[in-house]
């Protein structure tokens, strides 16, 4: 099966650090989702969870992966990134075939 997001470099370092150092269960996968819609448009979810009914599972650079079968279609082309800044640090959600918007 097609797996529909990537996962560059520094973020699958930063998620093996976090599975390593911060007593994830063995039996967890990383779990990438999407939540709402309406004005704010969607926001994309990134955590720990136990496989449920309808999931897809994936791997990726050995780290394992859910998605749910619903959000499966919001994820497609989708890179996940980890940032690090002197403003903030954290996982980012890029879609790399959509060109930048520049507001003139």
């Known amino acids: 099966?097609?797996?529909?997001i990537?996962?560059?470099e520094k973020a699958q370092k930063?998620?093996?650090n976090i599975i390593a150092n911060k007593?994830?269960?063995m039996d967890y996968s990383l779990r990438v989702g999407v939540k709402g819609g309406g004005c704010g448009g969607m926001s994309y979810l990134l955590g720990f969870d136990k496989p449920k009914e309808g999931d897809q599972q994936f791997e990726i650079e050995g780290?394992?992966?859910l998605i749910?079968?619903?959000?499966y279609m919001f994820?497609?082309?989708m890179q996940v990134d980890f940032y690090e800044g002197n403003d903030a640090r954290g996982f980012t959600f890029v879609n790399p075939d959509i060109p930048k918007r520049h507001d003139v």
């Open 1 to 4: 099966m097609l797996i529909p």
């Open 6 to 8: 990537k996962i560059t």
């Open 14 to 16: 930063e998620i093996k």
């Open 23 to 25: 007593n994830i269960p």
């Open 63 to 65: 780290i394992p992966v």
């Open 68 to 71: 749910e079968k619903k959000h």
């Open 75 to 77: 994820l497609m082309g």
